[in-house]
C-alpha cells in the first residue's frame, strides 16, 4: 500500500478508537449516578436482599400512613404486591394516599423496607400553584 493510505487507515482507526474509549469512559462515570426504582413485585422477585441503597417505587396504599412523633409508615404498592416503609423524618408536600413516591433506603427483607428518602411523584397534568395562578389571571 501507499504510505498516503496507510495514514488514512491509522487516522480512521485512532478516531475510531478514540471515540470508543471516550463513549466507555461517559457511560461508566454516568453509571453510578443512574438511579432506578425497583416495584414491590421487584422487589418480592429479588433472589438475594439488597444490601446496598435501593429505591422502591409505587403508589401509596390507601389508608395505610400511620404517623407518631418520630416516624412515618407507610405500604407502597403496585397493585399485585405490597411492601412496609419506615420513615424517620418530614414527608414532601405531595406525599399522599393514592399517589405516587419512590423511596431510597435499604430493605429489611422481602415486606419490610427502612427509607432514609422520600420522593413525592406528580403526574404530567401537575401545574405548580404560581403557575395556575398567572394562567388564571390572564
Do not use: C, Q, W
Not at 89 to 105: D, H, I, M, R, T
Request: no cysteine.
Amino acid at each position: 500500500m501507499v504510505k498516503k493510505v496507510k495514514l488514512r487507515i491509522l487516522f480512521l482507526l485512532t478516531i475510531v478508537l478514540s471515540a470508543i474509549l471516550i463513549v466507555f469512559l461517559i457511560l461508566k462515570s454516568l453509571e453510578k449516578d443512574v438511579v432506578f426504582f425497583l416495584s414491590p413485585t421487584d422487589v418480592k422477585d429479588l433472589k438475594i436482599i439488597e444490601t446496598k441503597k435501593i429505591r422502591v417505587g409505587g403508589m401509596v396504599k390507601d389508608k395505610s400512613i400511620s404517623i407518631n412523633s418520630e416516624k412515618v409508615n407507610f405500604i407502597i404498592t403496585d397493585f399485585k404486591n405490597e411492601i412496609n416503609v419506615s420513615y424517620s423524618g418530614s414527608v414532601p408536600n405531595l406525599f399522599s394516599e393514592n399517589k405516587g413516591v419512590v423511596a431510597e433506603g435499604f430493605l429489611e427483607d422481602r415486606n419490610y423496607f427502612k427509607a432514609v428518602k422520600i420522593l413525592a411523584k406528580h403526574d404530567e397534568n401537575y401545574m405548580p400553584p404560581e403557575v395556575k395562578k398567572a394562567l388564571g389571571e390572564k
